[in-house]
């Protein structure tokens, strides 16, 4: 059992499973090497999109918690070593902090920005709009877009298990 968040079983039309982007089998859904011209099913992260804003609050708890405020704007930080077990211990929520950080760095300035406002400190849309100085539009495409960049890069981390 690891660190990462379970999510109960999700039952969809197809009793096929889809294979995620890191997956050997997976292909883009441009409807390029598709039997018979169909398209491949477009892969959506969109619905985990409030299990990462969970993932995220719960980071920001762990972070307090273990004595460091989210260093969610940058300041590297090495880890030595992973665990699997659930967290548990002071050293497992600091792995879980500097895993989360680790997946957090590799989005870009804006998109840290955005979830650092609106998920982190409870901005709204609104106010994270006038504070960025940007409309109320991008804010809101880019929160989406973050979120489901976020979830890709836990999911590669392992730190978010999705059913299948």
Request: charge should be positive; aromatic fraction near 6%; hydrophobic fraction near 45%.
């Amino acid at each position: 059992m690891s660190a990462a968040l379970q999510l109960p079983a999700v039952w969809a039309a197809s009793p096929a499973r889809t294979p995620v982007r890191s997956e050997p089998g997976w292909r883009p859904a441009t409807g390029a090497g598709c039997a018979g011209g169909a398209k491949a099913p477009v892969i959506s992260l969109g619905f985990y999109r409030r299990h990462t804003d969970r993932l995220l609050r719960r980071y920001l708890y762990a972070s307090m918690q273990v004595g460091r405020a989210p260093s969610i704007l940058g300041d590297p930080v090495g880890r030595g070593w992973a665990s699997s077990r659930p967290v548990r211990t002071f050293e497992d929520a600091l792995i879980f902090v500097l895993d989360v950080e680790r997946c957090l760095g590799r989005l870009n300035a804006l998109e840290r920005e955005v979830l650092s406002r609106i998920v982190l400190q409870s901005y709204t849309q609104e106010e994270t709009a006038a504070l960025l100085g940007t409309s109320l539009r991008t804010v809101s495409s880019r929160l989406h877009e973050a979120l489901d960049r976020l979830t890709e890069l836990l999911l590669e981390a392992e730190l978010l298990v999705l059913p299948g």
